[in-house]
Structure formats: structure tokens, C-alpha cells
């Protein structure tokens, strides 16, 4: 078997409010493979977004690591976890999180501005991204002018369009009907099995996870059901 | 979309705010503008070449006090002197107390020669000599009552007890301050009774080397006389003559100041309110990979933009209404214009570009060090 493109050993996370402590990840131990569709599940504050958060690089373990291909994600300063995170993860929120003022075009080749392609090739990037989610006829349109599945599906494209090492993605369709929800979920699913996208869902919601191919649950910031996918 | 496009798109999403932020930088700016150039021209009136030979001889004691007019002769004696002017300020009321403008009695053949940068018609010089009663007049003041050549006119005295009856035969144009009227001396002296009274003379140096010595010649010579003198160059005069209307510099550094210092607060305000409202984008913006340098980079340059905008147009815009108003008439002669030199433009802009600088250091820093998670948190 390939190496796991995250390995996370013995990783402990608490938050002090105060003079309380209060631990949101208890020595947690898990490996996740490159092209795998992961569900983190669990009940609310059972650490899952914690974990998805020291995963992307938003957050720091307090003790133990998080490697992504290789790289302690933990010990990068500031301003390389930035670059690290340009280059390597792909963000879906749940409230889609699109800059009001920006065209759907400009919001998917906002991560782009920050690397050294030139014009013509972020735009053909754009493009194609948009394209991926079906939605190259509403480039020119704002935030305001799309539904709440056409947002989320500019932000997966945002999420795509740097072909990021991994896609995370918190409670995408939360804020999403029905029918738009599986909409998203079945373009993620697309994603990981056609594009080879490795993808890590937090959700609580059963339906949601059945679209990955593991469920790996959380409850009080422990795994519950030994499903780390930890070689022996 | 570029980066600058970013911050520009940013920097228009409430456009009623900026507006409201670039106007009141601008009006904040207009008057710090206004207040450096009235400083600049109370301060610093025009000089001239001729005017670097001009010495002022007035009584030691005060303004307030005369010199006797027998001075004169031994003036004219000194080495290096090669004019003598008697001046005498008189103050008198044309009509009404509004009406004001400033009135001399002057030795009228010497009137040209000292005050040689003044434009007047050679004949009008005539006229004006050879006539005991006549007048000249300058052209700001000519235009201001439409006066013409050849117009009676009578000053009301108020410092002095009587009321000259003129005839306006000159007018002069550029050089010095246009507003003044000048008339004979010897018809002064006529009509205060040949008391031999004489406000201050003006002394034209042959030139500039011989000036310090002839300031020490002038006093010595008076000192331990009946009335004293101190002589001083004209631009010396007219500093200490400013200087009685106070501290005009202070006042006017600390209405600067406390100018400068609401316009931070009033755009550091708009700065902090467009930062939290956007503190949700700013998360993104690093989640997606922007450092916090980079966002700083995005917060400064809206924020310069927005002061800078308001620099120019209130800078500018002073500069350009200054140019088309007349200062005289809406100062009521205390200011004869505001000219607004380029080292004012100069420092106003450099006051609207700290102001973008100072105003968005706290917010972008506060910004900068909320975490994304915490920023995150606020979304959902």
C-alpha cells in the first residue's frame, strides 16, 4: 500500500478558556491515503473540525503531529503554513464563503493570485475549474445572483483550482436543500473517483458520509471505532 | 483581476461610506490647507529685490510712537543711503468703518523710487507729484469702491485730527500691496499744523553690503535723543509687525493639529468598521493562502487610497478655489491672497498619506493577529 498522505500520531488538542481546559482532540492516531474520500463524523464539539482544521493547516496540535506528505504541518511558520496551504489544500465551508464583490470568475481565481501564472494561464485554470462544476455560464455573475448550490459549487471550484494536494471540506451542505445537497455531494464524490481528489468531510449528517468510502467517528475528540486506517 | 483590482473592488463595496470618509479627509485636508497658507502669507509676505534694500527707521519704543521729521536730512547724509521716504500710517475711514483699506502719507517724489517694483504710468507719477492733494491708489482697492482716475474722495481721520480731501491721479498695479493709498506727506503736514510728525521713514540702501552697518549707523546715531529709533529690514519689520496679533503660529499649528489628528480618528474608524465587517473574508483570504503581511498589504493600500483621494481633493481643491477667489475682498483686506505654494501641497499630502498609514495600523494588526480558526468561528 502507498504511503498515506496524512499520518497523524498521538495528537492531543486543548483549548483554555480561562482557567478551564477543555480537550477537544485526545490522542488521536490516523493515516489517510492519497485518492481516499474520507467522512469525519461525529456529534457537535467531538473535535471533528478540530481535526479537520490541524489537517488544513488552520490550527496546531498541542502535542503529537500532523504529517502532510511528509511535512510536519505543526512546525511551519506562519507565513510558510500560508504559502503551504496555497499550494496544498483546497477549502469547502458550509456558508460557501464567497467575496460578495467578486464575479464567480474572480472568486475561483482568487487563490491563483498568488501564484506566478501568468494571466492567460489563471484564466484558462478558472475555466476549467468552473467548467468541472458546471457552471461556466455563470462566471460573470456575483455571489448575489446564484442559489445557494451554484455558491457552493463556485467554491468547490475555488477549492479545485489550484489542484490542491488535498480538498477539506466543513459541513458543505449544511446550509443547502435537499436537493442542491446532493448535488454537492455527488460532485465531491465525482471528484475523488474520477479526478482522483483525495477529499476529508466533516459532516454529522449519515447521508452525507455514505458518499465517502470511510467513516471515521469521533465523540468527545476520540476515534470510536478503530477505523484509523492505521497499518499494523 | 489583479491585486489592485482587488483592493479597488474592495475599497467600493459600500460606496455612500467612502464617500462620506474621502469628503471628510478632503474638507479635513482643505483646511489644513488653508491654515498652512494663511500662516505662509501672514508670515512670509512677498519679497522682492528692491525690497531686500528697504530698511524700516521707527521709534524705539513702539509702533505707536512718532519720530520727529528733522531726522530726515541726516538720513539722507549716511553713506549707503539712497533714499529717504517719510511714512505715516493714517487710518482713516472712507465712508464707513467697513470700508477699510490702508492709508499712508508719503514723501510723494520718493514714493517711485522706493517702492520701484510698483507698476504706475509714468504721467500718472506726475500727476500724482505735482498735485499737493493728490492720491495713488492701488488698482485691488481702485476696482473695489470703482473708482477712476481723477474721483474726490475724503478720508475721515481717526488716529489723526483731520480729514483729507483726495484726488485720485495714480494707480499702481503688481509689485506691492495693492490695496494701499498713498498721498502727500506735505499735505499732512498741513493739515496737522506742521507739527513735523512723522510715523516711520523708509530707507532704500544702495545695496545689500552695506545694510548691517547702516542699521548700526542709523541707531547710534538717535540713541539718547528725544526719540530713539530701531531700524530693521523691511522683512523684519513686517514679521514683528504680525507678531502683535499673537503667536499666530501656535494657534495656528494647534488648529492644524487637532485638524490632523480628527481626521484619524475619523478614518481610522471607517478603516476598523470595514475590517470587522469583512473579518469573515479576511479568514478566507488566509485559509486560501494570503499571509498576514499580504493582508496588511490589502488593508494599507485601501486605506492609503482612500486618504489619498481625500489629500488630493481637499489639497487640490484649495489650490484651485484660492486661484479663482478674491481673498482680498472676502478677508476684508486682512489677507491679500492664499497662494498655496507647492511645499504646502507638498506637506498636506504627505499629512493624507501618514493619515492612510497611521489610521489602518491598529485594525490591519488586530486583524493580522486573529487566528483563522477565530475567524472562522464568526461565519458559522
Known amino acids: ?232 | 483581476m489583479t491585486i489592485p483590482g482587488f483592493i479597488l473592488r474592495n475599497a467600493l463595496r459600500n460606496k455612500r461610506r467612502l464617500s462620506l470618509t474621502v469628503l471628510s479627509v478632503a474638507l479635513s485636508l482643505f483646511l489644513f490647507t488653508t491654515m498652512q497658507t494663511a500662516l505662509h502669507e501672514l508670515t512670509q509676505p512677498p519679497t522682492s529685490e528692491d525690497a531686500a534694500l528697504r530698511l524700516v527707521v521707527r521709534n524705539k519704543v513702539s509702533l505707536g510712537n512718532v519720530l520727529p521729521s528733522k531726522y530726515r536730512p541726516r538720513l539722507e547724509r549716511m553713506p549707503g543711503v539712497s533714499h529717504v521716504m517719510k511714512l505715516t500710517w493714517f487710518g482713516g475711514i472712507y465712508k464707513d468703518k467697513a470700508n477699510f483699506f490702508p492709508q499712508f502719507a508719503v514723501d510723494a517724489d520718493q514714493l517711485s523710487p522706493v517702492f520701484s517694483e510698483a507698476e504706475i504710468d509714468p504721467k500718472q507719477i506726475n500727476d500724482f507729484i505735482n498735485e499737493k492733494n493728490a492720491c495713488d491708489v492701488g488698482i485691488k482697492t481702485m476696482q473695489r469702491f470703482g473708482w477712476k482716475i481723477g474721483d474726490r474722495i475724503t478720508l475721515q481721520g481717526t488716529i489723526w485730527p483731520c480729514n483729507p480731501e483726495l484726488i485720485i491721479r495714480g494707480v499702481y498695479r503688481k509689485g506691492i500691496d495693492m490695496t494701499n493709498l498713498f498721498f502727500h506727506h506735505e499735505y499732512f503736514d498741513e493739515l496737522m499744523g506742521n507739527q513735523g510728525l512723522v510715523g516711520m521713514y523708509w530707507i532704500c540702501a544702495e545695496n545689500a553690503g552695506v545694510i548691517p552697518d547702516l542699521v548700526k549707523r542709523i541707531d547710534s546715531t538717535f540713541a539718547n535723543s528725544e526719540s530713539e529709533t530701531k531700524t530693521e529690514t523691511e522683512r523684519a519689520f513686517q514679521l514683528g509687525f504680525i507678531s502683535m496679533f499673537g503667536n499666530i503660529k501656535v494657534l495656528i499649528g494647534s488648529i492644524s493639529t487637532v485638524i490632523v489628528f480628527t481626521m484619524i480618528l475619523v478614518t481610522a474608524s471607517t478603516m476598523s468598521m470595514a475590517i470587522r465587517e469583512r473579518s469573515r473574508e479576511i479568514a478566507i483570504l488566509k485559509a486560501i493562502g494570503f499571509d498576514g503581511w499580504q493582508i496588511f498589504g490589502l488593508i494599507l493600500a485601501e486605506s492609503f487610497g482612500l486618504a489619498a483621494a481625500g489629500g488630493l481633493i481637499g489639497c487640490f481643491g484649495a489650490d484651485i478655489l484660492y486661484r479663482h477667489l478674491d481673498i482680498y475682498s472676502l478677508s476684508h483686506g486682512v489677507l491679500l491672497k492664499l497662494d498655496v505654494t507647492p511645499s504646502i501641497l507638498a506637506a498636506g499630502l504627505t499629512v493624507a498619506v501618514l493619515l492612510g498609514i497611521i489610521s489602518c495600523l491598529v485594525p490591519s494588526y488586530m486583524s493580522i493577529q486573529t487566528s483563522v480558526v477565530d475567524g472562522l468561528k464568526e461565519l458559522d
Open chain 1, 1 to 232: 500500500m502507498p504511503e498515506p498522505i496524512v499520518q497523524i500520531r498521538e495528537l492531543i488538542k486543548f483549548y483554555r478558556h480561562g482557567e478551564i481546559e477543555v480537550t477537544a482532540l485526545d490522542n488521536i492516531s490516523l493515516d489517510i491515503h492519497a485518492n481516499e474520500f474520507v467522512a469525519l463524523m461525529g456529534p457537535s464539539g467531538s473535535g471533528k473540525s478540530t481535526l479537520l482544521h490541524i489537517i488544513a493547516g488552520l490550527d496546531r496540535p498541542t502535542t503529537g503531529e500532523c504529517l502532510v506528505r511528509g511535512v510536519n504541518v505543526g512546525n511551519l511558520s506562519e507565513t510558510k503554513l500560508a504559502d503551504w496551504r496555497n499550494n496544498h489544500i483546497g477549502f469547502i465551508f458550509q456558508t460557501f464563503n464567497l467575496i460578495p464583490v467578486l464575479t464567480a470568475f474572480e472568486n475561483v481565481e482568487l487563490p491563483l493570485l498568488l501564484t506566478k501564472l501568468s494571466t492567460r494561464e489563471r484564466r484558462e485554470h478558472v475555466l476549467a475549474a468552473l467548467a468541472l462544476v458546471g457552471l461556466s455560464d455563470r462566471s460573470r455573475h456575483l455571489p448575489r445572483q446564484l442559489s445557494g448550490g451554484q455558491e457552493q459549487r463556485v467554491a468547490i471550484a475555488r477549492a479545485l483550482v489550484t489542484d490542491p494536494t488535498l480538498v477539506v471540506a466543513d459541513e458543505p451542505t449544511g446550509n443547502l436543500d435537499a436537493h442542491s445537497a446532493q448535488e454537492v455531494l455527488t460532485m465531491l464524490q465525482m471528484l475523488n473517483r474520477q479526478a482522483g481528489k483525495t477529499i476529508i468531510l466533516v459532516t454529522h449528517d449519515p447521508k452525507a458520509a455514505a458518499f465517502a468510502q470511510r467513516t471515521i467517528h469521533l465523540e468527545k475528540g476520540q476515534l470510536i471505532n478503530g477505523n484509523s486506517g492505521l497499518q499494523s
